[in-house]
Nanobody, 121 residues
Framework: QVQLLESGGGLVQAGGSLRLSCVASGRIVSFHTMNWYRQTPGKQREWVTA???????NYVTSVKGRFVISRDNDKNTVYLQMNSLKPEDTAVYYC???????????????WGQGTQVTVSS
């Protein structure tokens, strides 16, 4: 059974930093694409960043230069380092790992329970 467990959220002032962690069990993070998403009330879940099997990364424009995704293979954990936080970064952040078939299609998704990040102005 795959489980993704996020932690590290909290309340921080604008300009501050937080590091989120996503510990995976039942799934090896270095073998799969790992994403971070975020969601605010009344809005659709927004993709934030991805790390691919080969270690390449991608970011939504609004966080480029401020957020960094990384992974620790020994700990089977993915991190999201968030710097220069802004009030608009306030959201519940979710760890995600899609199940992708041989044709590159997403067949399923694994999600964590989410961790709240609140940035005060």
């Amino acid at each position: 059974q795959v489980q993704l467990l996020e932690s590290g959220g909290g309340l921080v002032q604008a300009g501050g930093s937080l590091r989120l962690s996503c510990v995976a069990s039942g799934r090896i993070v270095s073998f799969h694409t790992m994403n971070w998403y975020r969601q605010t009330p009344g809005k659709q879940r927004e993709w934030v960043t991805a790390m691919f099997r080969d270690g390449n990364t991608n970011y939504v424009t609004s966080v480029k230069g401020r957020f960094v995704i990384s992974r620790d293979n020994d700990k089977n954990t993915v991190y999201l380092q968030m710097n220069s936080l802004k009030p608009e970064d306030t959201a519940v952040y979710y760890c995600n790992s899609p199940v992708i078939d041989g044709r590159g299609r997403i067949r399923d998704n694994y999600w964590g329970q989410g961790t709240q990040v609140t940035v005060s102005s």
